[in-house]
């Protein structure tokens, strides 16, 4: 079975920083390309950050600077460094595992608030 096991989310103060990390199974890690996405309550999904399988990185606008997406591709994980953290990044975080053309996987989700 393919697994995607996200962890690290919690509780924090604005200005903190919480380190998101996935870990995956069932799949050749190092052939997929890897992303974050949140959904906050009443919101639809959100993409945040992805990770090509060659390690090249990319930012959506509203975490760009104070986010780092890292894999480690002899652990399987893919991490999210979360610095700056503010209220609007509250929602819970999804990692995904994408290889084209048409195999995408989900995992579940790691509750992360931020408290004004």
């Known amino acids: 079975d393919v697994q995607l096991q996200a962890s690290g989310g919690g509780l924090m103060q604005t200005g903190g920083s919480l380190r998101l990390s996935c870990v995956v199974s069932?799949?050749?890690?190092?052939?997929?390309?890897i992303g974050w996405f949140r959904q906050a309550p009443g919101k639809g999904r959100e993409g945040l950050s992805c990770?090509?399988?060659?390690?090249?990185?990319h930012y959506a606008n509203a975490v760009r600077g104070r986010f780092t997406i890292s894999r480690d591709n002899a652990k399987n994980t893919v991490s999210l460094q979360m610095n700056s953290l503010e209220p609007e990044d509250t929602a819970v975080y999804y990692c995904?595992?994408?290889?084209?053309?048409?195999?995408?996987?989900w995992g579940q989700g790691t509750q992360v608030t931020v408290s004004s």
């Open positions: 990770i090509s399988k060659e390690g090249g990185s």
């Open positions: 995904n595992a994408v290889r084209f053309p048409a195999t995408n996987f």
């Open positions: 069932g799949i050749s890690f190092d052939t997929y390309n």
